[in-house]
């Protein structure tokens, strides 16, 4: 047991070569600039995409990182997802892309940015987690016939200040204060706090179930290389509350288009029970719904089981 959490603490065996962890060899992307328009002003700006070439011919898919993420986080999922021509966007806000010139940066704008990106691909899959399961789903009640398919990993099925557990709820609570202060400090201030090592290693440690010390260490890694590329504290400041107010829940019966839910046992944003539910509410409104949980598994499924999950997605979609 010692072992185990000072691995938790200090983790080893640092990971650069993603195959290590995955079986799958590492893509490579292609970087590029889309021009998008602003959902509240109509102003134009520029986005980066980031493209993981499949084979001639291959189905495309449109990935959502998720909070405080970039295209980085994904990399593990789309290396094993080799069917398929791979779009990640930056959302706007994060990574390189620029925040939106006008709109608030909450769900709704988000996915009215991801819907013009859908629009310029040919019918693709679209998958988001985390917030950009939020994201995706409403992307997709947006305009659902034009998707092939919508997958949502650890999907957020209901407000997090609304947790069942109280440990969680206080978890949830001193989040929301710290990045409210942030948001109110000055620019620099805000920045410095929310991209200390110590609080950014924390939100990583908090929520890893991970017993691997090749996947703790390649964890807390990513978190400290791109966890603390945002605009401002005060765009994050609106992602941050909108991640803790919207869920794939809400547009629930608007999504006709065939679900995969892929989620974690141990989520403490999704338990299995709500997953279920969900998957109910989806059944209601489209004849294509399955839902899979992993064991041992928390909200960090994309770094946790990775490998594992592309096998699902990939399986599902070609059946």
């Known amino acids: 047991m010692t072992c185990r959490i000072a691995g938790r603490l200090r983790p080893q065996f640092l990971v650069r070569d993603r ?26 700006f520029e986005i980066t995409v980031f493209r993981y070439p499949g084979a001639a011919g291959a189905p495309q898919m449109l990935a959502v990182h998720g909070f405080r993420g970039d295209h980085h986080g994904l990399e593990l999922i789309v290396d094993g997802l080799t069917d398929f021509d791979v779009w990640v966007p930056d959302l706007p806000g994060f990574g390189v892309s620029p925040a939106m010139p006008d709109a608030e940066h909450h769900a709704a704008h988000y996915a009215a940015v991801i819907h013009q990106l859908a629009g310029s691909l040919d019918s693709p899959v679209l998958l ?21 398919h919508l997958v949502v990993l650890n999907p957020i099925t209901k407000p997090a200040l609304t947790a069942s557990s109280g440990l969680n709820r206080a978890a949830t609570g001193l989040t929301d204060a710290f990045y409210r ?21 924390a939100t990583g440690a908090f929520m890893t179930k991970a017993d ?7 964890t807390h890694d990513q978190h400290q290389a791109y966890f603390s ?15 803790i107010t919207d869920t794939v829940t809400a547009v629930a019966d608007q999504l006709t288009v065939p679900v995969t839910i892929v989620a974690g046992e141990h989520d403490e944003l999704s338990s ?11 059944d209601e409104v489209s004849n294509d719904v399955e839902a899979y949980v992993l064991n041992r598994t928390g909200h960090l499924l994309h770094y946790e089981r990775a490998a594992t999950t592309a096998a699902m997605i990939q399986s599902r979609l070609r059946s």
């Open 181 to 201: 202060l942030c948001a109110r400090l000055p620019a620099s201030s805000g920045r410095w706090l929310l991209g200390n090592r110590l609080v950014v290693w």
């Open 229 to 243: 590329g945002f605009e401002s504290p005060a765009t994050l400041f609106q992602a941050y509350r909108s991640s």
């Open 19 to 44: 195959s290590l962890l995955t079986g799958h060899r590492q893509r490579v992307p292609q970087r590029f600039g889309v021009e998008v328009t602003d959902p509240v002003s109509r102003r134009p």
């Open 212 to 218: 691997d010390d090749r996947v703790l260490a390649y």
């Open 272 to 282: 299995p029970e709500e997953i279920r539910v969900l998957e109910r509410q989806l």
């Open 128 to 148: 988001g987690h985390s917030f950009g399961s939020v994201i995706a789903a409403q992307a997709a009640a947006r305009s659902p016939t034009a998707l092939r």
